[in-house]
């Protein structure tokens, strides 16, 4: 398995721009999380789905970030508009939730920088 | 609301030594206890999970942690060290019933001097 494949591996942007990072889940997994980690604040969760459905969005930050999952084989994080304090690296996890908690497996990250 | 503290933010440690990576947990409810690694500029592997069972749990890389309730304490350990161990670890905690996000610890940089 290819594992969770997340893309782009880098953005570089300026404030004011549009963002768009994309993740892949692992085939079969019907969860999926976003995490951003920081210096400051360390890792965080900002959504999950579970089957396509958002449920857990109390970490997104703010109307800026908005998250969609159209089917169970892909997820897209926006930022709109991008500013400065969004520079962080940005994981995609999945796992599949059956009767117990199931590992996480998460992907290689996207760093984003804005300036 | 659960959360995690790991008590070292750096452990610098010799090669072949043992090391131990503190963390505790407050929850008012039953977790899930997890443990994962991270090297620089990957994603995050799992190292071990305490699901129910045993409090000792063996994971990858000759790592194993302790779970202890009443310490509510999750602590890593390797016997023997090595470079390649060199890397950031995070304890994290997840819900057993309900919301199954993860909240991590701060993270603790492992490195290893030869």
């Known amino acids: 398995d290819a594992g969770v494949i997340q893309s782009p591996r880098h953005e570089v942007t300026e404030m004011g721009q549009e963002v768009t990072l994309r993740c892949k889940p692992i085939?079969?997994?019907?969860?999926l999380f976003w995490y951003r980690q920081t210096m400051m604040r360390g890792l965080e969760l900002l959504i999950y789905f579970n089957n396509n459905v958002p449920i857990d969005d109390s970490g997104m930050p703010e109307d800026r970030f908005s998250a969609k999952m159209p089917n169970a084989s892909f997820s897209t994080l926006k930022i709109q508009p991008s500013e400065p304090r969004d520079s962080a690296v940005y994981f995609c996890a999945s796992s599949f939730t059956g009767g117990s908690r199931e590992t996480q497996y998460f992907g290689p990250g996207t760093r984003l920088l804005v300036l | 609301a659960q959360s995690v503290t790991q008590l070292d933010s750096q452990v610098p440690v010799f090669e072949e030594a043992p090391v131990e990576l503190r963390c505790n947990y407050s929850s008012s409810v039953s977790v899930y206890l997890f443990w994962y690694v991270q090297y620089p500029n990957q994603g995050l592997q799992l190292l071990l999970k305490y699901l129910s069972g045993s409090t000792l749990v063996k994971g990858i890389n000759g790592f194993e942690a302790e779970f202890n309730k009443s310490q509510t304490s999750f602590h890593l350990r390797k016997p023997s060290v090595h470079i390649s161990d060199t890397a950031e670890y995070f304890c994290a905690v997840s819900l057993i019933q309900g919301a199954q996000k993860l909240v991590f610890g701060q993270g603790t940089r492992l490195t290893i001097n030869p």
């Open positions: 085939s079969g997994h019907n969860s």
